[in-house]
């Protein structure tokens, strides 16, 4: 039978310069595994040289080229990102299923490593409903942490989860306007909002969707707070809401937020922000960074006010400004003009500055990231995995009315190795808890163990829409999952049990 290629080819000016050993290199990461399906699969590859050592520095992208090959042709949407330290990111969205994928990895011309690699069985894409019906079994070849510590100190409230105080409760005692109840049930995902705004229900839908058609998760029926600013304030008697954003004078359980969760669906999409791009975007090598502290975003606390008026006083140590007034349109004459950067542009800088808005900012993920060191404001609000993070190991913490700031700022300016060591490891923190196998496997793990707090069954309400799943009249789509059953048969009480 023909074979159809894709080619992706990059180009650059140095790879060539480079004593690159292929053999000596190494490809690895989670789009090798056919049983781990994401929107955008993606792998690594790190060069080394001749004398056994990974690069440090980029090889540039000359030579190297990706092939994704099949019985058929293959639809892809390839993308190769150069990390500036020696590895590179491959990454690229399925448009369709394929039976068996083979993945060839170049340089000049010559296979890396063990090139070409056989991704062996169906090679599901994004949009194909085909759910692995073992819950375990999927968090097994997801290679899932075996817990989250968030997810455990959230779920320490509710031992039980009395789900007919939920609904008789929920919309009474939480502020409704953005809250939507959902029931989960077989597959299907049904939902109510009766709140005036919820249109950010469309994030919750799709990335929800997006699981199902990955895994059969059990039963459950929850509600999910749309807006940003945590609502559980009852800790004595709290009902069990999920948002996006906690605090510690709230009891909400935290999920990761819809922004990260939107660039996981979207990544080589609708959207250019996210956690792979940025790693292929890190501005200069740490010693050429401007030797600044960056800051660009709207008006929405005082202190970003204020921080304005710090840099003014003090350009040689910040560049920093407000991109767009919405909260203090009044002050826009004093603390304007408005000023855009590039999010990209951000680490041309060598200091982050990271700042709440209403609530925690959820560009941190993305400034972690990057290869440069950033600075975070103390806060009582907190995402999925902040408390996972060490002040002072993966970041730098300031006071929250900013008053030590220019103190921390010039610690790092004096001592370069210890902020480049620290800015090293918030990247690496954020290379391993933040890609988007871990965004999926934190949400079905909190399913997992919301569901066993139960204490009645889940139901669909006559007021619920069902969410249906988006059509893919256009790809393939093979569903060939078998549910193996086993029965024991035992001898005590006469039971047969199912595996």
């Not at 440090?56 to 990706?66: I, P, Y």
């Not at 063990?114 to 994004?126: A, F, R, T």
């Not at 660039?263 to 090598?285: C, F, H, I, N």
Request: hydrophobic letters at 35%; proline letters at 5%; a positive charge.
């Amino acid at each position: 039978m023909q074979l159809f290629t894709v080619l992706f080819f990059l180009a650059s000016t140095n790879a060539a310069k480079k004593d690159i050993d292929v053999r000596k290199s190494f490809v690895y990461g989670p789009a090798f595994d056919a049983d781990i399906v994401l929107p955008v699969r993606y792998f690594y590859i790190q060069l080394v040289d001749k004398r056994g050592k990974n690069l440090t520095s980029s090889a540039g992208k000359e030579n190297l080229n990706v092939v994704y090959s099949s019985r058929d042709r293959v639809r892809v949407w390839p993308d190769l990102l150069d990390r500036n330290d020696g590895s590179y990111i491959a990454r690229f969205r399925l448009m369709e299923t394929y039976q068996d994928l083979t993945i060839s990895v170049k340089f000049k011309n010559e296979h890396v490593a063990d090139s070409p690699y056989l991704v062996k069985g169906q090679v599901y894409h994004e949009q194909c409903n085909c759910p692995e019906h073992d819950t375990n079994k999927w968090l097994s070849d997801m290679k899932c942490p075996n817990s989250f510590g968030q997810i455990e100190r959230d779920l320490a409230n509710f031992p039980i989860i009395d789900i007919k105080q939920l609904r008789n409760e929920g919309f009474s005692r939480l502020d409704q306007t953005a809250l939507c109840h959902y029931s989960l049930l077989k597959g299907k995902l049904y939902r109510r909002c009766p709140g005036s705004i919820t249109d950010f229900k469309m994030f919750v839908d799709a990335f929800m969707l997006s699981v199902l058609r990955k895994v059969e998760l059990p039963d459950v029926e929850f509600f999910a707070n749309l807006g940003d600013w945590p609502l559980e304030k009852n800790m004595k008697d709290p009902l069990p809401v999920i948002s996006w954003c906690g605090s510690e004078d709230t009891a909400d359980i935290i999920w990761p937020t819809y922004d990260l969760t939107q660039a996981t669906l979207e990544t080589l999409g609708r959207q250019t922000l996210d956690m792979m791009s940025v790693q292929g975007s890190t501005g200069p090598k740490w010693k050429k960074k401007l030797n600044k502290a960056v800051f660009r975003g709207r008006d929405s606390r005082q202190e970003r006010l204020d921080l304005v008026t710090m840099g003014r006083k003090k350009p040689e140590i910040y560049d920093v400004a407000l991109s767009n007034f919405f909260f203090f349109p009044y002050d826009e004459k004093k603390y304007g003009p408005k000023n855009t950067m590039s999010f990209f542009d951000f680490f041309k800088y060598k200091y982050q500055l990271n700042i709440d808005g209403t609530v925690a900012a959820y560009r941190f993920p993305y400034l972690l990231v990057g290869d440069s060191l950033v600075f975070k404001q103390d806060s009582s609000y907190y995402e999925h995995f902040y408390k996972d993070l060490i002040p002072g190991k993966h970041f730098v913490p300031f006071k929250r009315d900013l008053s030590n700031l220019e103190e921390k700022i010039l610690w790092a300016r004096n001592n370069d190795n210890e902020a480049q060591k620290i800015a090293e490891a918030g990247r690496t923190f954020a290379r391993d808890n933040l890609m988007p196998d871990k965004i999926y496997c934190y949400v079905v793990s909190l399913f997992k163990e919301y569901a066993k707090r139960q204490r009645q069954k889940p139901e669909i309400h006559k007021d619920m829409v069902l969410v249906e799943q988006p059509k893919d009249r256009d790809s393939r789509c093979a569903c060939n999952r078998v549910q193996k059953v086993l029965f024991l048969y035992a001898k005590f009480s006469g039971s047969t049990f199912r595996f």
